[in-house]
């Protein structure tokens, strides 16, 4: 699949940092899908986070639907979405080819790539291809919504500061979090990270964080066992969102000092319809959502970019060296992972009712 | 893909706990890749566990080979792999299909398949259906092997009792781990948590625990930017091991509290070839390997089989009720995934291996 | 893809002609479709073709379900169709792995697989994989005439002799074609095409023909602009069928000498839904069904396996030599590609509703 | 797979006739593969054709990288062909989409899209999307090319006028084709065929033809027994492009009057390698290609866009009517075909090797 994500639904990703542009291209959605330019363009403002605590980087990120979209609804055509790059600056980036910045792509892609790739500003590898990721996601949001299933992520944990968890039933929540281009629950916690990020910024360094996410109103039965659990499917999108480095469903890693008899989680009845008594799995059974809300966590590494000063190694002259590492950088990019995560889990979501219902089930009738 | 996972190595797997037979057919592997079924046999001894700590269903799992084997060697064409169900007690499970055990795939195996799904075990969502999973494997990590290339997982946590780390080059502790069905590298660890899960076992209980993986003498290069990172492959087929409930690579969630300065991996010299100063990355940058050892840690959620009464719902008259799990289980399957996640990271490997260089180039020549 | 075909239905095969089986795995089928094991059994039969112009190699082909059955109905896991090879000789195949028959597939086989295949009756090339083709296809048969399409394949020509072409509205003709092991609409036609097969037979020489297949009862609708159109799909399976060398559609070739007002299908109105005044194009414009009979033929080599002694080369010495062909071989195989055909065509068709619908669409409600 | 075709280097196609943009993704290609855009440009211009026997929307065809190329090589990254519609006449076309065209995707599309797609022009369906398949294909031919491969098409037939066959060995005809946008091989023939179109226009008709098309320097061992054969691959491509209506490889349907002792290949010895006595089977066995020149004919409708008045119905008022089509239109598309059937048939050749030995097996060394 490669720069091919998605069964019924795919998304093809394209772009460069410093080349002409970022895009990809939609298929599989069905015709008749109102796009609101608006939504598209509130989520890619959240991608770019709130200025203090995000890259000096800053541009309009301007849609253009090359093929696809007429008069505000999707055509049912692939729909190509394209963002130019207005504010490149590769003369920033010249020397990180030959002298790989520690914890980036530039080594790896170096292997890859063989010295042709343009690897300015991460290049093909940098987080400003989630732009049209987030686009994407956010037009099938969109859709989602108008069937009761709403996506919501909050900033978790940031260097050591925890939010306070979801509530059990996460839809409120996910109401608050909508607006905020710095998502966290609790306005005491999100002020101390804001100030903690400041702080690593000021320091010429950088801090990780962790995301949690919910998904309600998704009914059971989607995801399939062997190999397509919703699981699976989620992880796959999410580990290659850069900088990700885990994911957990439910109480994930805190499962391997529970017994069954306090994880499992028990089926009961509530208003009527089958529910659980606890969702320590996080919604789903056997790779399949069980009606419960989808709840995942997502573990964002530091800002591998910082202004200090850093070893390295020469790839021309095969010696060691220093890098210090100019351009403009995020000194925290947990913030700017949320409105990606959530359109990665919308589409994954919107795929897998394709999947079940078909690709018209996910008009808004 | 659902039931067929992989781009140049596919894997396609079938059957129920309880019917005829559990199987898979392997695709894509090259001519003349030798076939040590010593070590299948092996790896499937390692899946059923030592006994005291594992299930009481106990059967041979003897392999055949329907296609695709000849003397010994793969053929090149599709290699299937049956194992017959000779243990298959459906009597035991009867009541499932009504009154679905918690945290098991009964009520969303009901929703998806509408009742026509044979659910005795699990059906088609039991972890019986790792075990063509672990044989295709064992032959993939004979042929990685011969490259150089090793796995090997260790109990890292089970119930609260933690392992050692890997070494900081891990090969000698995945040679070490080679024979071990109960995989820990401190044996003092090893004896604390089989003795815990003899406790959860006398109690009726079950426990969960994590696994730690590493995979030493990878080439740089492997992987892809999107969407196929190597950390998304892994989490892919990892997910849909039942029971995982979360997937890590390096430090993982650790991350969240650590600074860029902290987590960066510097490139170094060692040896005369580029190197890390530390792996924290757990040996990807950008989705692609970056020469260090490759780590990462799979949540493993306690049995949800347990023989204590549990709550839950009766389908039928739409009520609630208890249900007593009779059968037989594990009183932890955490062991018995570690052969399972060594069989699904050889399977990505090989993959990419043969996505970059042609699956010709699997062949030990 | 390679040995498995589908996007939303799919089908693996594995097997080889003198091994313990040949089979498929069937994945993406609802719960609850009904498998009629006589249905099964009937278009195995007449996949064997009668016996004075069809192989003498004759076995039961008894299919076993390894899983996704329950009860006479698909459990919606995946399907598992084994065919154990009970009639197989490989001792009459011993040289032609080193004397490569003409126009077979020994001496491709031999560059692809370095000679580990077991090239004995064609091995993995062999049309006995059609076999589990035809089964799971008949299973998809069934389903396909419960929502009213209904598909049928004749011999259109067999060594320069004709059949009549298929009624404007060819569900009668259709009907008529159920039963026949040699399948030809005029039976005048039949006979003499018979007695030319059996004439090739005496000769030690074989014949090729065409067969043409019709699909009633289709919406429009189904098919995609890019690449999947409804005839790239089929087209795609059809020329994966042993000794196919042509597909067209329609007019197909003789398309080359018409112009467009002779070829242009007129869409008017017939018992008030839209119609056309003439089926030039097949049924399909633009690649979708247009709701029309899907009109195509297909083109099937004659037999390679001949008796006479033919040229060719050792590939052990370096040198010429000559190769006689002893095993049990077809005098034609074009009316033994009929059911496969069919197979074929029930497999695409119920693929492109499960796409469009979903995959529960194809259920029998 | 729908708007993505290939599996180790694919091609995700997008756009619309009469919309911004057409253009392609190509993702999978190798760093460092020389883009000779002069090239690019020849196949573009010989797809508009020569103006006498072409439409008379003519337009420059500029294509821009958005990603992928830089300083004139592929970066290895998702390489993205841009060309802009800069002769879009909408107006044209307005009235299409109530009154469908014969033989068009008019009825098709409004059925499958439901009206939301652009139709002007054929929208989706366009001919005008085989541009940046064409530009595509183009550096894919030129790094065939440096290997030794190279594609040639010429018109063997166009409305009942034939051209000679392409001569046994068809590399100096593949030669001679390379600079002709009108390619026959015998002038005399093509004089004919250009004064039957130029007749056809003059009438307000079109007229249909089929391509022949040889592959030279191919290696033996290319393809799959199931399902992708060589054939199988191709035809997929070849029947999504507008008008196709046949493929049929070597001999194909002449196969019908054949018998086996007629139509078989025998192997044989000649300059020291392996080669056949004929070449019927279009150089391939079993799927996999033989070493012979790989050989096969394409039939291509007449354009279903006519100047006389035809009927059909509107689809508004549900009756019958008549339609007169504007619009720039060509009397002949088969001459146009001929570069779009070479870029589809490198693009399945250097897929095939990339399968077999990794896609840096692409490159120019």
Redesign the interface.
Same mark, same amino acid.
């Given at each position: 699949?490669?720069?091919?994500?998605g069964?019924?639904i795919?998304i093809?990703?394209?772009?460069?940092s410093h080349?002409?542009?970022?895009?990809a291209?939609v298929?599989?959605l069905p015709?008749?899908l109102r796009i609101d330019k608006d939504r598209v363009s509130a989520e890619l403002a959240k991608r770019s986070g709130p200025e203090s605590v995000s890259t000096a980087r800053r541009e309009p990120d301007e849609v253009?639907?090359?093929?696809?979209e007429?008069d505000g609804?999707?055509?049912?055509?692939?729909l190509?979405i394209?963002i130019r790059n207005t504010a490149a600056r590769p003369g920033d980036y010249e020397k990180t080819a030959e002298t790989?910045r520690?914890?980036?792509?530039?080594?790896?892609?170096y292997?890859?790539?063989?010295?042709?790739?343009?690897a300015s500003g991460?290049?093909?590898?940098s987080g400003r291809?989630t732009a049209p990721l987030v686009a994407a996601g956010a037009i099938l949001q969109s859709a989602l919504e108008e069937k009761g299933i709403t996506v919501g992520t909050h900033i978790s944990?940031?260097?050591?500061i925890s939010d306070r968890a979801f509530a059990e039933e996460p839809s409120e929540d996910i109401k608050a979090l909508k607006g905020l281009d710095f998502p966290v629950l609790d306005l005491n916690a999100s002020e101390k990270m804001i100030k903690e990020t400041e702080a690593?910024k000021a320091a010429g360094?950088?801090?990780?964080?962790?995301l949690e996410t919910a998904v309600c109103g998704l009914e059971?039965?989607l995801?399939?066992?062997?190999?397509?659990?919703i699981?699976?499917?989620l992880?796959?999108?999410?580990?290659?969102i850069?900088a990700?480095?885990? $994911?957990?469903?439910?109480?994930?890693?805190a +499962?391997?000092?529970? /017994?069954?008899?306090?994880?499992?989680? =028990?089926?009961?009845?509530k208003g009527g319809r089958?529910s659980?008594?606890s969702n320590?799995?996080?919604g789903?059974?056997?790779?399949?959502?069980?009606g419960m809300p989808l709840l995942f966590?997502t573990? $964002?590494?530091?800002?591998?970019?910082?202004a +200090?000063k850093?070893? /390295?190694?020469d790839?021309g002259k095969? =010696?060691?060296t220093t890098v210090e590492i100019k351009g403009r950088h995020d000194p925290a990019i947990?913030h700017r992972a949320a409105p990606v995560v959530n359109a990665a889990a919308a589409l994954v979501i919107a795929d897998f009712i394709?999947?079940?219902?078909?690709?018209?089930?996910l008009r808004n009738e």
């Open positions: 699949m490669s720069n091919t994500f069964k019924a795919k093809t990703l394209f772009g460069e080349g002409p542009a970022v895009g291209v298929d599989g015709p008749g253009e639907f090359l093929s696809g007429k609804y999707t055509q049912g055509t692939p190509t394209l790989p520690p914890s980036h792509a530039d080594y790896t892609g292997v890859k790539y063989l010295g042709f790739a343009d991460g290049g093909h590898f291809l944990r940031l260097h050591g690593a360094d950088s801090v990780g964080g962790t059971a039965g995801g399939e066992p062997w190999f397509d659990s699981e699976s499917e992880a796959h999108i999410l580990f290659s850069p990700v480095k885990g $994911v957990e469903f439910g109480e994930g890693f +499962m391997a000092d529970k /017994t069954g008899s306090e994880a499992n989680d =028990e089926p009961c009845f089958i659980m008594r320590n799995g996080g789903a059974d056997g790779g399949i959502t069980n966590r573990a $964002v590494k530091p800002t591998p970019s910082i +200090m850093q070893n /390295t190694v790839l095969g =010696e060691e947990v394709a999947r079940r219902f078909g690709y018209m089930a």
